[in-house]
């Protein structure tokens, strides 16, 4: 699409630093404006972090912390505004890690997002597409959203109207679906229970011989590898966790079990089930969370392990690797290390975070330090579900984003709050080299978090 629009930019100080008559082109990838006798400039939709439109005019707030302003599009406003949505919100699906299978889309309807007060933050025209995990709105003037299967705690359906609530009190409200309205809620009905029931297959195949209420409970602590507490799971299965523990033996990793769970507050130890996202292509993985206590008192530290391991591979490729296969992670991924020390592929990390921060820690009682880990956990589940279970995200340096191989990463991290907290939250990572190292490497990391006082500063294999 091209237009004709006056333009403004401005710098980051407001300054207006140039202006005139432009011709402004869309494609798929970027926005392109062109001067006559002047310089083009060439903006990708991932270098828009916002885009503001009023009074027939638009402001795109750049990442260079520039604004572009456009006006005088006449009768081509709606059209260019609609589009420049369209083609940004078609990327943003991809750089925001949904890159999974459509179940349906096309859907055209009217959305009111409402907050946890019941105020409206967005409404307008969309498009809906449902997604193997989740529910996606395409707004046209707006950004997308995105709403995991299994943080839906409600859907109501009244007057041609389906309103989704999820479990942070905030709702989405559809209307004017016109003749799909039915086949639309059966579609979501359908999408949300494959999702259960693909959970509650997970448990299944561990604790083959529970009866489907226990599976039913347990899975609903799970949905779509949501990590819950040992202490929960075992209310409903004393079977869970023996069968847990050898699926740890068969992976080869006992001895890193064995350690974490050692220094580990037990009843607090967490893991979630996931299949893959190219189902039994890419196996089951299995997550634990291990909240470590301060050697010598019952005070839980500030610091998490993350282990993670694949009970199945059945890939031609694979089948020559070795068994610690760690999900979620790609070759390139396992073998990149802060210190650029060479290690063996497809032996995976244990990874490991902060709670809160190392001032906030110093000052909480040990009484609250319960409710932080609880926070923690609600977190790193909504950021690995919404990253869809990859790791670079997380553990990826500052300078390694700057490579353009990880733009999408770059342009995840700055629209999901719940991965840059996790960012934030990240204190290292030990490669499984051997066991003897790895164990040598985790001791290190461990006195480091205990004795920074920086929240910035990451453990690095240097650091001994």
């Not at 000052?363 to 609250?368: P, V």
Request: glycine share 4%; net charge negative; hydrophobic share 35%.
């Amino acid at each position: 699409m091209e237009v004709t629009a006056n333009y403004k930019i401005f710098d980051d100080k407001s300054n207006l630093k140039d202006e005139g008559e432009s011709r402004v082109t869309l494609d798929e990838q970027y926005l392109t404006l062109t001067v006559m006798f002047g310089e083009p400039m060439l903006i990708a939709y991932t270098d828009i972090v916002e885009i503001s439109a009023y009074e027939y005019k638009v402001d795109l707030f750049l990442n260079s912390k520039e604004k572009l302003n456009l006006g005088g599009l006449g009768y081509q406003y709606e059209d260019f505004l609609f589009q420049l949505f369209k083609f940004r919100n078609e990327l943003m699906l991809k750089y925001l890690l949904m890159e999974e299978s459509v179940l349906q889309a096309g859907f055209e309807a009217q959305y009111a997002q409402f907050d946890k007060e019941g105020q409206t933050n967005q409404n307008g025209n969309c498009e809906i597409r449902l997604y193997d995990t989740a529910i996606a709105v395409l707004p046209q003037k707006d950004e997308p959203v995105r709403i995991p299967y299994c943080y839906i705690t409600n859907v109501k359906k009244q007057d041609y109207k389906l309103t989704i609530s999820d479990e942070s009190q905030e709702k989405i409200e559809f209307s004017q679906l016109g003749q799909n309205f039915d086949s639309f809620a059966k579609a979501l009905a359908d999408a949300i229970n494959k999702m259960i029931l693909r959970t509650q297959q997970n448990i299944k195949e561990l604790i083959p011989e529970a009866n489907p209420i226990t599976i039913n409970k347990i899975a609903a602590m799970m949905k779509d590898g949501r990590a819950a507490k040992r202490k929960e799971i075992e209310q409903q299965s004393t079977d869970f966790w023996p069968r847990l523990t050898k699926k740890i033996d068969e992976a080869d990793l006992t001895v890193e079990y064995e350690f974490l769970n050692s220094v580990a507050a037990k009843e607090q130890v967490c893991v979630g089930i996931k299949r893959g996202l190219m189902g039994d292509l890419t196996g089951t993985y299995i997550w634990m969370l291990f909240p470590l206590i301060t050697p010598g008192t019952n005070r839980l530290s500030n610091t998490i392990a993350l282990e993670a391991f694949n009970t199945q591979d059945k890939t031609e490729e694979n089948k020559e690797q070795p068994t610690k296969n760690t999900p979620f992670e790609t070759q390139d991924e396992i073998s990149q290390n802060s210190d650029n020390e060479p290690k063996p592929a497809a032996t995976g990390a244990t990874y490991f975070f902060k709670a809160t921060t190392r001032k906030e820690y110093a000052q909480t009682k040990d009484e609250d330090l319960t409710k932080e880990l609880d926070v923690f956990i609600n977190n790193i589940n909504r950021s690995m579900i919404e990253i869809n279970f990859r790791r670079e995200p997380i553990y990826l340096t500052e300078n390694q984003l700057e490579s353009t191989q990880y733009t999408q990463y770059r342009f995840a991290i700055s629209k999901i709050p719940s991965l840059k907290t996790l960012r934030n939250q990240f204190v290292g990572r030990v490669i499984h080299a051997s066991p003897e190292q790895w164990k040598k490497d985790v001791t290190s990391l461990l006195s480091f978090n205990s004795k920074s006082t920086d929240d910035n500063e990451k453990w690095s294999k240097g650091d001994q």
